[in-house]
Nanobody
């Protein structure tokens, strides 16, 4: 059973930094695209950033130039370096991964890690 586990969330002051991690376990499938999403209370879940297996990156406009997504394929691990954090970045952050086993594709989600930006 595929498991995605996020870590690294916490409370940080505006202007501070956090590094989120997402580990994928329990599968021999190939992990293709990975992404971070976030959801603030009362809001819909929104896409934050994505990275393909070959390292191509895309960012939501709200986090571009502040957040950096990366991954280590050998470890099935993904990261999100968040700098210059703002109160509006406060949300539960979720890891998403797409697995491929032969011709079977599946989408997986983690349980989330809370990020709170407040003075």
């Amino acid at each position: 059973q595929v498991q995605l586990v996020e870590s690294g969330g916490g409370l940080v002051q505006p202007g501070g930094s956090l590094r989120l991690s997402c580990g994928v376990s329990g599968t021999i499938a190939r992990i293709n695209d990975m992404a971070w999403y976030r959801q603030a209370p009362g809001n819909q879940r929104e896409w934050v950033a994505a990275i393909s297996r070959d390292g191509s990156r895309n960012y939501a406009e709200a986090v571009k130039d502040r957040f950096t997504i990366s991954r280590i394929n050998a470890n099935n691990t993904m990261y999100l370096q968040m700098n210059k954090l703002k109160p509006e970045d406060t949300a539960m952050y979720y890891c998403n991964a797409q697995s491929q086993l032969v011709l079977t594709f599946q989408n997986h989600w983690g349980q989330g890690t809370q990020v709170t930006v407040s003075s």
